[in-house]
């Protein structure tokens, strides 16, 4: 990790840290607190019992369960770089305890194929033990790690043209047509899933990813043209979400009393495809093959995971200068990858949330892709590579097949490197700081 972004971490990590003191309280601060110190004392007390169990290759994959992009994603990957011949053969196995879990639903999909720890005594030892390194799988590296191109992106471009690992189960199957009835879809009906990330989601952690969030309105045109070609909305989250206006063929699941765990992931498995952002929702449509429109992404090397991807990256503007950053001033540069809200403020950037033109436009285009209308023009192709190629190794989705929205790089060609410049504005970024 470069030091600044340690000490990125380190600075939200602390602030967040005093947040949850205050709002749990002294007592509560202390018993996590102890807990958090009782890891690594486990670890060192059970480092023989955990040293004969690495010898004989248990290996515990550290699955964020606790957030449903990563419970979505990790697994996933996990399984992909396995089929692929790239990982050894192991006694691979994960802890989930209950109150851990984003999605228990989800979570039963995962446990029919890789061993699961469901005791909350048994993974807490478990986890102490592997807390020094020994009987540990860092699964952080699929999306998680700092200042590294994230092996997600490389593992699902491998796997073009083979299908999804995960299908619905029959029963979901069932079931779920019957709660789209009851939700209002008429038989057959097909729809799509729609999300902003909102500061409701995470208070505690707004310090650090409110450079996340969204307008959830702006995607009410979008929602428009879906329905006025024949489709529905359904609009996800949780019921800390603004209420969106009433608006025929769209439904406000995140406030409807139908909504569910097991719901949630039948409908991100059944639509049409996914309109996200950079919260992990979207992915639950990845791992069971459906597409995803991205928009308000950011950083702005976070692009789709999937082939069938349409991304729509948040635009870089320079507070002092009053200008946008032209993407090779980002891309190849550590704020292509930010991670912090602290970051983007340090470097004098504020991030600017798509417009519902644009959203619209991406729509669009992603309606048509599906419908097999959509034919790229070569200027389309040629804004399209000029921008791929600016992502360098350690940009957050280097090696990613996904596409960019045509129509966004049509609008903001001006913001693309022409062959004189491109090394010049790079050199003028790096030496002024941004990035840094």
């Given at each position: 990790m470069r030091l600044a972004t340690l000490h990125a971490y380190l600075h939200t990590r602390i602030v967040v840290a005093f947040a949850r003191a205050r709002q749990l309280g002294l007592a509560q601060t202390a018993i996590k607190a102890g807990s958090y110190l009782a890891s690594p004392a486990v670890g060192l007390l059970l480092s023989p019992v955990a040293l004969a169990l690495h010898v004989i290759g248990f290996r515990r994959l550290t699955f964020g369960t606790a957030r449903i992009g990563h419970l979505a994603s990790e697994p996933d990957s996990f399984l992909k770089a396995r089929a692929l011949g790239e990982l050894p053969t192991r006694r691979w196995f994960f802890v989930a305890t209950p109150r851990k879990i984003a999605n228990e639903h989800l979570l039963t999909y995962w446990t029919a194929r890789i061993p699961v720890v469901r005791n909350p005594i048994v993974g807490s030892t478990i986890i102490g033990m592997t807390s020094l390194g020994l009987m540990r799988y860092d699964t952080g590296r699929y999306v998680q790690w700092y200042d590294r191109s994230q092996e997600i992106y490389r593992l699902n471009a491998q796997w073009a043209g083979r299908p999804p690992l995960l299908a619905l189960m029959p029963e979901d199957v069932t079931w779920g047509r019957e709660m789209l009835s009851s939700l209002g879809l008429p038989p057959d009906a097909w729809f799509v899933c729609v999300h902003a990330r909102e500061s409701g989601f995470?208070?505690?952690?707004?310090?650090?990813?409110?450079?996340?969030?969204?307008?959830?309105?702006?995607?009410?045109?979008?929602?428009?043209?879906?329905?006025?070609?024949?489709?529905?909305?359904?609009?996800?989250?949780?019921?800390?979400?603004?209420?969106?206006?009433?608006?025929?063929?769209?439904?406000?699941?995140?406030?409807?009393?139908?909504?569910?765990?097991?719901?949630?992931?039948?409908?991100?498995?059944?639509?049409?495809?996914?309109?996200?952002?950079?919260?992990?929702?979207?992915?639950?449509?990845?791992?069971?093959?459906?597409?995803s429109l991205l928009v308000n992404a950011v950083p702005m090397s976070g692009l789709g995971i999937l082939p069938t991807d349409l991304t729509v990256p948040k635009l870089y503007w320079n507070i002092a200068e009053r200008?946008?950053?032209?993407?090779?001033?980002?891309?190849?540069?550590?704020?292509?990858?930010?991670?912090?809200?602290?970051?983007?403020?340090?470097?004098?950037?504020?991030?600017?949330?798509?417009?519902?033109?644009?959203?619209?436009?991406?729509?669009?285009?992603?309606?048509?892709?599906?419908?097999?209308r959509y034919i790229p023009t070569p200027g389309d192709a040629r804004r399209q590579r000029s921008f791929m190629s600016l992502l360098r190794p350690n940009d957050y989705a280097y090696g990613a097949a996904s596409r960019v929205s045509a129509t966004f790089l049509s609008k903001y060609q001006h913001l693309l490197p022409n062959d004189n410049t491109c090394g010049e504005n790079r050199e003028f970024v790096r030496s002024a700081g941004v990035g840094h």
């Open positions: 995470s208070p505690q952690d707004e310090v650090m990813h409110r450079y996340r969030n969204a307008d959830p309105e702006a995607l009410i045109p979008a929602m428009r043209e879906i329905v006025a070609r024949g489709g529905w909305c359904l609009r996800m989250g949780d019921p800390t979400t603004r209420p969106l206006p009433p608006i025929p063929g769209v439904v406000d699941y995140a406030h409807h009393p139908m909504r569910s765990a097991r719901l949630d992931v039948v409908l991100c498995a059944k639509a049409r495809f996914f309109i996200g952002n950079s919260s992990g929702l979207a992915l639950v449509s990845s791992v069971f093959g459906r597409p200008r946008l950053l032209r993407f090779d001033e980002i891309l190849g540069t550590p704020a292509a990858s930010y991670r912090f809200a602290t970051q983007y403020q340090r470097a004098g950037i504020e991030v600017r949330e798509n417009s519902p033109d644009e959203i619209l436009d991406a729509t669009v285009e992603m309606l048509d892709t599906l419908a097999g």
